[in-house]
T-cell receptor, first 115, second 112 residues
Framework: DAGITQSPRHKVTETGTPVTLRCHQT?????MYWYRQDPGHGLRLIHY???????DKGEVSDGYSVSRSKTEDFLLTLESATSSQTSVYFC??????????????FGPGTRLTVL | GNSVTQMEGPVTLSEEAFLTINCTYT??????LFWYVQYPGEGLQLLLK?????DKGSNKGFEATYRKETTSFHLEKGSVQVSDSAVYFC???????????FGTGTQLKVEL
């Protein structure tokens, strides 16, 4: 299994509070991604990173920010959580964006509930 | 834009039954196509993939053929087992970069 951990695995918070989710990898892969999974929507890309300090938006980036100061860590921050951000969040990594090395490996997920 | 449409679930089958989960796509250019599987409480795992028309991806008894003329990538297995119970996602990657577009997922339940 690819070495990807996410923390916390479960979190309950209140509307308006800041929340940070962490993704940690031990594979030294260049690319990292944050997705959210919601019923009826599958997985949707929030943000991704193509290197340290290099990030870009996905299709549902509003209300989220990310940071990557080290290769192994990719943080997702909800500056002011809303109930619409209740979801399961998955981190993924890939070695490259082309060829055989572009397979994405997924972490175990974080279940976030915003009350 | 790119999109993936999957049949809605849940799909409930008896053990050893034949499985088909339909997947069709809309994309610019020539996408790569994937099936991912999510077992309960876990993240997604790549099940199989195909990168060009008429390619067949296969793994663990599952198969899918990239059909450009029908823009489809249907997942099949000849004889399902209880351990195949999971959610299956069809996905595509098109154009530059490595961003995946997922379908909504199809839950499969296999009963004895």
């Amino acid at each position: 299994d690819a070495g990807i951990t996410q923390s916390p695995r479960h979190k309950v918070t209140e509307t308006g509070t800041p929340v940070t989710l962490r993704c940690h990898q031990t594979e030294n892969h260049r690319y990292m991604y944050w997705y959210r999974q919601d019923p009826g929507h599958g997985l949707r890309l929030i943000h991704y990173s193509y290197g340290v300090k290099d990030t870009d938006k996905g299709e549902v980036s509003d209300g989220y920010s990310v940071s990557r100061s080290k290769t192994e860590d990719f943080l997702l921050t909800l500056e002011s959580a809303t109930s619409s951000q209740t979801s399961v969040y998955f981190c993924a990594i890939s070695e490259s964006n082309s060829g055989r090395a572009n397979e994405q490996f997924f972490g175990p997920g974080t279940r976030l509930t915003v009350l | 834009g790119n999109s993936v449409t999957q049949m809605e679930g849940p799909v409930t089958l008896s053990e050893e039954a034949f499985l088909t989960i339909n997947c069709t796509y809309t994309a610019t250019g020539y996408p790569s196509l994937f099936w991912y599987v999510q077992y309960p409480g876990e993240g997604l795992q790549l099940l199989l993939k195909a990168t060009k028309a008429d390619d067949k991806g296969s793994n663990k008894g599952f198969e899918a053929t990239y059909r450009k003329e029908t823009t489809s990538f249907h997942l099949e297995k000849g004889s399902v087992q209880v351990s195949d119970s999971a959610v299956y996602f069809c996905a595509l990657k098109a154009g530059g970069g490595n961003k995946l577009t997922f379908g909504t997922g199809t839950q499969l339940k296999v009963e004895l």
